[in-house]
């Protein structure tokens, strides 16, 4: 059933390429070597303290390191081959992404936008769902879930050229045009993805219409503290905790990128401490070690880590103001937000109403960082009620 989603609508301008997943056996030989090669780091205070006050702990990584070396990546691959998948080449990179297609001649196209240390499999929970609720013939919605140029099966970006959020905006764009879908789609994103998507809805006319799950900002200055409830203070926190504990690997990934690209590149161990924080401290409830192995393994095999951070090089020197508070990103189209107490920056609602005609907003109770992967039912359910509530036809 899964690839009877794969028929590319008949009104594409270019037909992608289907691809499947292979991964060599010998490169997951080499990958078993290493695991049973790599050191862990001698006992320290540091690593010992179980709140992770101070990073990774020397017990978690002991264990991931173990289970990693039972992993069954056949399995996982098997289930990625399990949705349909495709490339275009764009720009001289090749652009992989996930879709799922609606034989429905009116169907709401709608791109999924991931970040980082995210990527494709983040949206594959949402993707069964959706499975389990249409068939190619009734789906309202044509899904397509791009992997960013430099993550995963994307190459890129380019080795000459300063990309940057909007040169990725401009890449999907063309993916979305390529499909047929110029009259009119919707952007969804969290993270870099919620960047990305706010380009889209201001320098792209195609892009309709944009939902988000974060919005990367501080307290602007025309909202006065009494729009802000206890509830809203008491959840800032959060952002507080992250501003103080949580910013140590974007500056890193933002001022020595090519340091850490290279560190994180000959070390699976390495790459497993240095993803796997961050679903441990960013996602509301516990992440499954093997949903993390999963994610951390992909990023090894695709030599992710070092294609993938060139983002964050646009936050530093730190600019005067952050993107969604810059009035050049102001979203003029429709656009809903959907609220997750434990995201990074958990921005009331006031915050998010100055940064775009805010026309949808749901407020969960829990979630965190990785929305679509821990709460993919609200995150579907939310995002079909936006997309009915402002879809017209692209007109």
Same mark, same amino acid.
């Given at each position: 059933?899964?690839?009877?989603?794969?028929?590319?609508?008949?009104?594409?301008?270019? /037909?992608?390429?289907?691809?499947?997943?292979?991964?060599?056996?010998?490169?997951?030989?080499?990958?078993?070597?290493?695991?049973?090669?790599?050191?862990?780091?001698?006992?320290?205070?540091?690593?010992?303290?179980?709140?992770?006050?101070?990073?990774?702990?020397?017990?978690?990584?002991?264990?991931? %390191?173990?289970?990693?070396?039972?992993?069954?990546?056949?399995?996982?691959?098997?289930?990625?081959?399990?949705?349909?998948?495709?490339? +275009?080449?764009?720009?001289?990179?090749?652009?992989?992404?996930?879709?799922?297609?609606?034989?429905? %001649?009116?169907?709401?196209?709608?791109?999924?936008?991931?970040?980082?240390?995210?990527?494709?499999?983040?949206?594959? *929970?949402? &993707?069964?769902?959706?499975?389990?609720?249409?068939?190619?013939?009734?789906?309202?919605?044509?899904?397509?879930?791009?992997?960013?140029?430099?993550?995963?099966?994307? $190459?890129?970006?380019?080795?000459?050229?300063?990309?940057?959020?909007?040169?990725?905006?401009?890449?999907?764009?063309?993916?979305?045009?390529?499909?047929?879908?110029?009259?009119?789609?919707?952007?969804?994103?969290?993270?870099?993805? $919620?960047?990305?998507?706010?380009?889209?809805?201001?320098?792209?006319?195609?892009?309709?219409?944009?939902?988000?799950?974060?919005? @990367?900002?501080?307290?602007?200055?025309?909202?006065?503290? $009494?729009?802000?409830?206890?509830?809203?203070?008491?959840?800032?926190?959060?952002?507080?905790?992250? /501003?103080?504990?949580?910013?140590? +690997?974007?500056?890193?990934?933002?001022?020595?990128?090519?340091?850490?690209?290279?560190?994180?590149?000959?070390?699976?161990?390495?790459?497993?401490?240095?993803?796997?924080?961050?679903?441990?401290?960013?996602?509301? #409830?516990?992440?499954?070690?093997?949903?993390?192995?999963? $994610?951390?393994?992909?990023?090894?095999?695709?030599? !992710?880590? *070092?294609?993938?951070?060139?983002?964050?090089?646009?936050?530093?020197?730190?600019?005067?103001?952050?993107? /969604? #508070?810059?009035?050049?990103?102001?979203?003029? %189209?429709?656009?809903?937000?959907?609220?997750?107490?434990?995201?990074?920056?958990?921005?009331?609602?006031?915050?998010?109403?100055? !940064?775009?005609? &805010?026309?949808?907003?749901?407020?969960?109770?829990?979630?965190?960082?990785?929305?679509? @992967?821990?709460? *993919?039912?609200?995150?579907?359910?939310?995002?079909?009620?936006?997309?009915?509530?402002?879809?017209?036809?692209?007109?």
């Amino acid at each position: 059933m899964a690839l009877a989603f794969g028929n590319v609508p008949s009104g594409a301008k270019v /037909a992608p390429s289907p691809f499947q997943v292979h991964i060599s056996d010998e490169q997951i030989e080499e990958l078993q070597l290493l695991l049973k090669l790599s050191k862990l780091a001698p006992p320290t205070y540091e690593g010992l303290q179980q709140d992770r006050k101070y990073g990774i702990t020397n017990e978690w990584l002991a264990t991931a %390191k173990e289970a990693w070396k039972h992993f069954d990546w056949r399995a996982a691959e098997n289930h990625i081959n399990s949705f349909p998948q495709f490339t +275009y080449d764009i720009e001289g990179m090749t652009i992989h992404f996930v879709a799922l297609f609606s034989k429905k %001649k009116d169907a709401n196209p709608v791109v999924l936008v991931h970040g980082w240390p995210g990527n494709f499999l983040e949206f594959l *929970p949402v &993707l069964s769902l959706i499975q389990e609720r249409y068939s190619p013939e009734d789906l309202p919605y044509h899904f397509v879930i791009p992997s960013l140029p430099g993550f995963t099966f994307s $190459s890129g970006p380019p080795l000459d050229t300063n990309f940057t959020s909007q040169d990725t905006a401009r890449v999907i764009n063309r993916l979305m045009l390529n499909l047929g879908f110029e009259d009119g789609y919707v952007a969804q994103g969290g993270d870099i993805g $919620s960047k990305i998507s706010r380009i889209l809805a201001v320098d792209h006319e195609a892009c309709k219409a944009v939902h988000l799950n974060a919005c @990367l900002m501080g307290k602007p200055s025309n909202v006065p503290d $009494s729009a802000i409830t206890e509830a809203d203070t008491q959840r800032l926190a959060r952002a507080q905790w992250f /501003a103080t504990f949580g910013l140590g +690997y974007a500056i890193e990934q933002g001022t020595r990128p090519s340091t850490i690209g290279n560190v994180l590149s000959t070390n699976p161990i390495s790459l497993l401490a240095w993803v796997g924080e961050k679903f441990l401290d960013w996602a509301d #409830e516990p992440v499954p070690l093997e949903t993390i192995i999963e $994610s951390v393994t992909l990023y090894w095999f695709t030599e !992710t880590l *070092p294609r993938s951070i060139y983002h964050y090089r646009e936050n530093f020197p730190p600019p005067e103001v952050r993107h /969604a #508070e810059d009035p050049r990103w102001y979203i003029q %189209k429709p656009f809903g937000f959907s609220y997750y107490p434990m995201e990074l920056i958990p921005t009331p609602r006031a915050w998010v109403e100055t !940064t775009g005609n &805010l026309v949808f907003w749901r407020a969960h109770e829990k979630g965190g960082h990785f929305a679509a @992967l821990e709460r *993919p039912r609200e995150f579907l359910d939310d995002l079909t009620a936006f997309c009915e509530q402002v879809w017209t036809g692209g007109k």
